[in-house]
């Protein structure tokens, strides 16, 4: 069962579950968590989701990092273990496992007789809103007219208002059309310049490079697919993006499942592929490409605190040291001893020669050298777009 609430600014989407016993058989447990999994597919991505029920299963009371606390009883059985294997699969947290509570307000199911008490009843939820959990734990004395116990987590949201970026625009350089050429050094000829402040002047460049890019020049789309993603995942991924348009369920679960084989397999081969290139790399004895496709593969910035001196020599090694060595250092550095009581007055009479006017040629030859594939400046023209136009951008 899923209700969804429409809430502000984001909208819960709460599911109830009651999972098989553990004597059930595997058709059957399979076909629980695949009905589960379809569920939460179709489940809009940006709600908060929360899965709460009885899922018959023990977790024990060690914590596993991003799923479970240490506050658990009892010990994993098999079905507690596809409980976890589930939850790192969908990035969810147990959250009345995270709480130090006596004993009482964490078990959740108490058997007929009275003698035995489990913790088989679980909220779970997205892993991204650990911190907005503030509480798990049931009732007791909650009159439920059932062997279990009302079970309740307290959530509080806080968002913060991230002022959004207004994105550059990237054009797409290696196909520079002739028409742009033209077109702006037409305009560059009849630009009238005279008698206007170097601002004024700049600001007519710019608006006129800018204008016939925008007509002339494609923008670049950006990709945010995998690297290792080959044609034929992309082409299924597409084909389930237009199932899920059409409200094409049995479609669309279909096709997640061949997207997510076809992206495993490719996945495995991409990096199949680096790892025999580094072994190639070592085996040739080339420790530059060795090392920097490691780099490529791993893509974990990893923070570098080397070994420094003391104030006597003596070597640091621990982090601590290393700051506030580094932190005594700076403090010495910026120390300014005052030995007059005010700053020299400049000399008056000292003469100043002007520099000359920047040259045609100096202008051209900063061209000539600008790099190419640079991030544009806060006009948000690239360089390219300046040396495609030739000697008409130097007159200019």
Not at 22 to 41: P, R, S
Not at 49 to 73: H, M, P, R, S
Request: with cysteine; hydrophobic share 35%.
């Amino acid at each position: 069962m899923s209700i969804r609430l429409q809430c502000q600014p984001l909208n819960f989407t709460v599911i109830q579950v009651y999972a098989p016993t553990t004597d059930a058989e595997k058709e059957i447990i399979d076909q629980f968590y695949g009905d589960l999994q379809e569920l939460l597919l179709s489940t809009p991505k940006k709600d908060i989701v929360f899965i709460v029920g009885d899922w018959n299963a023990k977790v024990e009371n060690q914590a596993v990092e991003g799923i479970t606390g240490k506050y658990c009883l009892g010990t994993t059985d098999e079905a507690g273990q596809r409980l976890l294997e589930f939850c790192q699969e969908k990035s969810l947290i147990i959250t009345n496992t995270l709480f130090q509570l006596p004993k009482r307000r964490l078990y959740a199911w108490t058997s007929p007789d009275g003698r035995h008490r489990n913790q088989i009843d679980y909220i779970l939820c997205n892993q991204r809103w650990k911190s907005a959990v503030q509480s798990a734990t049931t009732r007791p004395g909650a009159d439920c007219g059932s062997y279990h116990k009302l079970l309740i987590a307290k959530f509080r949201l806080k968002l913060q208002n991230v002022a959004k970026s207004i994105p550059t625009c990237r054009y797409d350089l290696n196909s520079i059309p002739y028409d742009y050429t033209v077109e702006v050094q037409n305009r560059f000829n009849v630009l009238e310049l005279e008698n206007k402040s170097s601002q004024e002047m700049w600001t007519e460049v710019v608006n006129t490079i800018k204008e016939a890019a925008e007509k002339h020049i494609p923008k670049k789309r950006n990709s945010k697919n995998a690297r290792w993603l080959s044609v034929e995942a992309l082409q299924v991924a597409e084909e389930r993006r237009k199932a899920k348009i059409k409200g094409d369920r049995s479609t669309m679960f279909e096709l997640t499942k061949d997207v997510q084989k076809l992206a495993s397999r490719d996945k495995n081969m991409f990096f199949n592929e680096q790892c025999k290139e580094v072994e190639d790399s070592n085996g040739m004895g080339k420790t530059r490409g060795l090392y920097k496709k490691i780099r490529e593969i791993k893509r974990k910035f990893q923070a570098k605190i080397g070994m420094i001196k003391d104030r006597n020599g003596k070597d640091l090694s621990e982090a601590e040291d290393v700051k506030e060595r580094w932190a005594e250092y700076v403090e010495d550095l910026y120390k300014k001893e005052m030995h007059n009581d005010r700053a020299p007055t400049a000399d008056v009479n000292v003469n100043l020669e002007l520099e000359p006017d920047i040259l045609e040629s100096e202008i051209k030859w900063a061209l000539e050298n600008m790099a190419d594939n640079k991030t544009s400046g806060h006009n948000e023209i690239p360089a390219e777009l300046f040396k495609v136009t030739g000697k008409d951008a130097i007159v200019t």
